[in-house]
C-alpha cells in the first residue's frame, strides 16, 4: 500500500518537473529570439552594392537563405556614379519613399547629356579651331621612307585605317605652322601600320626605326631636346604600335601617345597623358537606320575566338535565342545583325579595341562594352554610359539579365543617343566640325604643353 501510494505521488511529480524545466526553457527561447530579432527584424535589413556594370542593386535580405531580389526589390541603372553611396545602413527608406528615390535616379540617368560638360566643351572647342598650331617634322617625296613618313595618295582602308586618315585631314588643315616657334605641339609622322608593311622594316624593325628617327631629329632640331618630348606626339592604331617605343622609352614615358590600344592595364599607356582613339573601319556616308522597334534580338557578337573573354561569351550564349554568338565569319552580311540587334557586343580580342565599337555606332545599335581596362576613345569628352552599356568580363553569365533589366524606354534613350555620337565616330574625306578628326585635335588640345612659352 505504501509503495502503491508512492508510485501514483510519483507520477504526479514527474510530469511537473518536465514541465517546468520545458517552461523555463521556452521562456529563455522567447527571450533571446526577441532581443535577436529587435537588433536584426528579419526582411528588414538592406544592403545595397555597386557591380562593374554600373547597377545599384538593392535587395531584401532573407536570414535563413541567400539575398534574394522580391516584389520590394528595385534594380536602378546609373549613370557616373561613385561607389560611396548615398544611402545610411539599415536603408531607412518605405517602400513608397524608395519608387519615388528611384524614379528621381532614373529620370536623372535619361536626361543625362553625351557630353560630360556641354559648354566647357563648345567654348573650348572653339578656342582649339581658333588657335591651335601644330609643326610636322617636314620629309620629301624622294626621302628615305617617305612612304612612312607623308600622307597617303589614296582613301585609306581596312581596320588600321585611323593612322592614315588623321595624317591625311592633319596636312590639309588650318592647324598646321611652319613657324616652330608658335606650335603647341610637334608631330611625329612615322605610321606604324606603314613601317610594318615595309620591306625595309617590317614588324621585327619597328622599335628599331623609331628609335634612330627621335635621334635624328634631336640633333637636327631644337624642339625635342628643349622638353624631353613632353609636346611631341604620334598616332598609331595598329596592333603592334604598343611596343614600338621599347627602345625609345622617352617616347613612351613623355611624349602623348595618341593610340586605339588604350589599355590602362598596360605600362606603355599613361591615361590623361595619352589619348584613346577609336578604331574605324572607313564607310563611305549613312546608312538606313533602324529604329528600336525593329531591332528584334537582344544582342550579337561575332569575331574570331583569339581570347579568353570571346570563349567565354560565345561558350556561355551559343545556344540562346536573344544573344546571337557567332565564332569567325558569319554567311550572311554583317550589317544585317549590326541593324536588326538592339545591342551589339564588343568584347576584347588579341587587343582590348577592335573596329566593333564604330561598327555598332555607325548602325545605330547600343554598343556593350565587354572589355576591361579599356580607356574609352574620347571618355574625358564623352560620357559613355548615356549611348552605351559597360560590363565587367566577369559578369558574362549575367549579360542577358543585366540587359533585359534596362527598360524599353531607357533602352531608347540609349539608342537616340548613340544616334548623336555617330559624327564624332565618322572619317570624312573633307573634315568636318566634330568628326574624328577633330574630336582628335581636342584631345591634343587639352593635352598640350605649355613648355614653350619659357623659351
Not at 602623348?256 to 592595364?265: A, M, R
Not at 554567311?331 to 545591342?343: C, V
Amino acid at each position: 500500500m505504501a509503495v502503491s501510494s508512492l508510485w501514483n505521488r510519483g507520477s504526479l511529480i514527474k510530469p511537473l518537473i518536465v514541465a517546468l524545466i520545458t517552461s523555463t526553457l521556452i521562456t529563455f527561447y522567447i527571450f533571446s529570439t526577441s532581443r535577436l530579432l529587435l537588433q536584426h527584424p528579419p526582411h528588414q535589413t538592406w544592403i545595397h552594392n555597386l557591380d562593374s556594370s554600373a547597377k545599384l542593386r538593392v535587395f531584401v535580405v532573407d536570414r535563413h537563405n541567400k539575398p534574394k531580389q522580391d516584389d520590394e526589390s528595385v534594380t536602378l541603372l546609373l549613370a557616373n556614379t561613385s561607389s560611396s553611396l548615398p544611402f545610411p545602413q539599415p536603408f531607412p527608406f518605405a517602400k513608397t519613399h524608395l519608387q519615388q528615390y528611384t524614379h528621381q535616379l532614373e529620370k536623372l540617368v535619361r536626361n543625362k547629356d553625351v557630353l560630360h560638360d556641354k559648354d566647357l566643351f563648345e567654348k573650348e572647342y572653339k578656342e582649339m579651331n581658333k588657335s591651335l598650331k601644330i609643326f610636322v617634322y617636314p620629309h620629301k617625296k624622294h626621302d628615305p621612307f617617305a612612304n612612312v613618313l607623308l600622307p597617303v595618295d589614296h582613301e585609306p582602308t581596312g581596320n588600321y585605317a585611323s593612322e592614315s586618315y588623321f595624317k591625311k585631314a592633319l596636312y590639309k588643315s588650318h592647324f598646321i605652322t611652319n613657324d616652330p616657334k608658335e606650335a603647341d605641339l610637334f608631330y611625329l609622322p612615322f605610321s606604324i601600320a606603314s613601317l610594318r608593311n615595309d620591306k625595309w622594316v617590317g614588324v621585327g624593325g619597328i622599335q628599331d626605326f623609331v628609335k634612330k628617327y627621335v635621334v635624328e631629329i634631336s640633333e637636327k632640331y631644337p624642339y625635342w631636346n628643349r622638353s624631353g618630348g613632353a609636346d611631341h606626339f604620334y598616332v598609331a592604331c595598329h596592333s603592334v604600335g604598343r611596343s614600338a617605343m621599347e627602345k625609345a622609352v622617352h617616347v613612351k614615358l613623355n611624349s602623348i601617345q595618341v593610340v586605339c590600344s588604350s589599355s590602362y592595364y598596360l605600362s606603355g599607356y599613361v591615361p590623361h597623358k595619352d589619348a584613346s582613339i577609336p578604331q574605324i573601319w572607313p564607310r563611305k556616308g549613312a546608312t538606313t537606320i533602324n529604329g528600336p522597334s525593329l531591332r528584334k534580338k537582344l544582342a550579337f557578337f561575332a569575331g574570331a575566338m583569339n581570347s579568353r573573354v570571346r570563349e567565354n561569351l560565345v561558350e556561355t550564349w551559343k545556344n540562346d535565342s536573344e544573344i546571337i554568338v557567332h565564332r569567325g565569319r558569319m554567311k550572311t552580311p554583317y550589317s544585317e545583325a549590326l541593324l536588326g540587334s538592339k545591342y551589339c557586343i564588343h568584347a576584347k580580342g588579341f587587343e582590348i579595341n577592335t573596329a566593333r565599337v564604330s561598327d555598332a555606332i555607325y548602325y545605330g545599335c547600343v554598343p556593350v562594352i565587354l572589355a576591361d581596362h579599356y580607356d574609352l576613345p574620347f571618355a574625358d569628352i564623352l560620357n559613355w554610359k548615356s549611348f552605351s552599356v559597360i560590363v565587367s568580363s566577369l559578369d558574362i553569365p549575367k549579360l542577358k539579365q543585366i540587359l533585359e533589366e534596362i527598360e524599353y524606354d531607357h533602352y531608347v534613350k540609349l539608342q537616340q543617343n548613340v544616334m548623336q555620337v555617330q559624327k564624332h565616330f565618322q572619317w570624312n574625306s573633307f573634315s568636318k566640325d566634330f568628326d574624328v578628326f577633330y574630336m582628335i585635335m581636342y584631345e591634343l588640345w587639352i593635352r598640350r604643353s605649355h613648355l614653350r612659352q619659357i623659351y
